[in-house]
Nanobody, 112 residues
Framework: QVQLVESGGGLVQPGGSLRLSCAAS????????VSWYRQAPGKERELVAT????????QLAGSVKGRFTISRDNGKNTAYLQMNSLKPEDTAVYYC?????WGRGTQVTVST
């Protein structure tokens, strides 16, 4: 059974940091690129970051470049999204995706 489970979300003040994790099981994780998406209330889901199968290529949305980093550890079947200098507009549910499969998301709230 394919599973993607996000964790690491929470409430953080502006300027703070969080690291999200996406734990995969039930498929050959290393064969798939992994992407992080986010969806804020009332907005469409947007692509935040993508990492290639062995991590050699990463892409970040313009709104998070210089603040977020995507990485993966294929030995642990886990992908990460390191988020620094968080802003209120980063508030959203964050989802990971590998191939056709999605996790259920983790809430990130940036607020005082």
């Amino acid at each position: 059974q394919v599973q993607l489970v996000e964790s690491g979300g929470g409430l953080v003040q502006p300027g703070g940091s969080l690291r999200l994790s996406c734990a995969a099981s039930g498929f050959r994780f290393s064969s798939y690129a992994v992407s992080w998406y986010r969806q804020a209330p009332g907005k469409e889901r947007e692509l935040v970051a993508t990492i290639s199968t062995v991590g050699g290529v990463t892409q970040l949305a313009g709104s998070v470049k210089g603040r977020f980093t995507i990485s993966r550890d294929n030995g642990k079947n886990t992908a990460y999204l390191q988020m620094n200098s968080l802003k209120p507009e980063d508030t959203a549910v964050y989802y990971c995706r590998a191939g056709p499969d999605w996790g259920r998301g983790t809430q990130v709230t940036v607020s005082t």
